[in-house]
């Protein structure tokens, strides 16, 4: 028990120096990385930059503790950092000390809602989130995250809450751009561009190993803040224009406990929810993929405890909401990180930065930070999905293009909130609609196909439907209509066969709709048969009458139906394949 809520004491036991050194280079990597994130990723949410570096501390070491996952890498992410600022901004304005305890308070609500989840073993409500509404979101807010950082890199005040209001505020504040702002900003854009596109392979090309490439290539974000720090320091840009960081406090976070105001809380319950679930949809994938990689196990609900854990941690330490970066973490998983204990190092990297760094970030640019949160979620942008998407599936789409537009035109939460119940909606459709196909045997064998893909043999007073879906409410009148309608238009059937080869279940409605056809079609002279019924769905039956009233069978397959029902047929189709056979010199 206490391995599998502590699983620190699995790893930790077979901890050794080979691992030491691989976590110990992987943490000094992800810190270069997380210190200029945790900076923009705070003032994205709203906050003052120095809590993205105290969100940076706590939940790193409480993951290590509790996580499953060797190479996650936990913290600020720009779609939960969105997801928080929208959501406070409807209680308070930003810089407002009640904007940064709401903050807080959502970490804390977040942090709760998964360990609940965790305990409770609901993983699975995640699932209710699809991958098509996931990419959609994860794309429309990266727009939308991309475009709100375009005023810091033009000098202007402009905001919004969707893409609509930040391009109207943009276009009107062109008016005063601040040439010195984007003398730093695009600049600086530019190189991050470069260096995450194209730098490794430049330094590869004269001469430079591939890691050594790779890790330089990774420092980037770190070449641009001290760049242009030292130059807004030099010139004295903080004068013409050019918004910078300010004063950092220096010194680790003081703990705190969250505001316990239950209006407040219940503002934001139903946003805590919702970064908790998407937070959680990414993390796992994240985990679950470089997990895979070295065959490793990922536990789903130990993830909902130990990202519980991390944004408790990171609320009574001062931060916001947390969980696990897609690009960090593969960072971490390419530079060598063995153990979670990576994150642990990750941590006190960060712990010495907050205490000895943060007087070097004064004139630090906001427009540099903004640069860095461009370049980072434009990679998250997949708008490519759309079409992969609605060539594979139109219904999928039509949840991926929904969750866009309503991110895009009303924000965040609506987007994923539109997103997921137009996917439920959209799947209670289509299983409402179950597809069905009348089938015949394919001569010479055993095997049942459906007659419009395939030359197969039929009896005429057989009906043979094979039921591709489970029964449940949404569909169980669909299967009557079916039935129903192919016995009303063939008067010379006299058996009706249901396969069931893919019904896992049959609920209750879809069990008195069976009784129905069971006693509609005894009522027509017609027979009902089952095949091919699953064990769990033959021990739900046995619990009920229907079998006792049915009219006909249930057999284990439906040649075993066919033969007794249409015994003539079976033989006639057996012996055209024995003279096939012989005419082809004994080759089936």
Known sequence: MLRRYFPILTWGAAYDRAALTSDLIAAVIVTIMLIPQSLAYALLAGLPAEVGLYASIAPLILYAVFGTSRALAVGPVAVASLMTAAAVGQFTSQGTPEYYGAAIALAFLSGLILLGMGILRLGFIANFLSHPVISGFISASGIIIATSQIPHLLGISASGHNLLELLHNIIDGLGGVSIATMLIGLPAAAFLHWSRTRMKGWLKARGWQDRA???????????????????????????????????????????????????????????????????????????????????????????????????????????????????????????????????????VGMALATVFLTPLLHYLPKATLAATIIVAVLSLVDLGALRRTWAYSRIDFAAMAATILVTLGAGVEAGISAGVLLSLVLHLWRTSRPHVAIVGQVPGTEHFRNVERHAVVTAPDVLSIRVDESLYFPNARFLEDTVYGHVAANPAIRHVVLMFPAVNAVDSSALESLEAINARLKDSGVSLHLTEVKGPVMDRLKRSHFLQDLTGRVFLTQYDALRHLAPDLTARTLAACRRETQRNGGQA
């Open 213 to 347: 490439a790779g890790t330089i290539a990774r420092t980037a974000p770190v070449m641009a803040v001290f760049a242009t720090t030292l130059v807004t320091f030099l010139f004295g840009l903080d004068g013409w224009g050019v918004a910078i960081v300010g004063d950092i406090p220096s010194g680790l976070p003081v703990p705190t406990l969250p505001p316990f105001d239950p209006g407040l809380w219940a503002t934001i319950a139903v946003p805590a929810a919702l970064i908790s679930i998407v937070g959680y949809v990414e993390s796992i994938s994240v985990a679950q993929t470089l997990a895979a990689k070295r065959r490793q196990r990922i536990d789903p609900d130990q993830e909902l405890v130990a990202l519980g854990a991390a944004n408790v941690g990171s609320a009574v330490s001062g931060g916001f909401p947390v969980t696990g970066g897609f690009a960090r973490s593969v960072v971490n998983f390419d530079a060598g990180a063995e153990t979670p204990a990576a994150g642990a190092f990750t941590a």
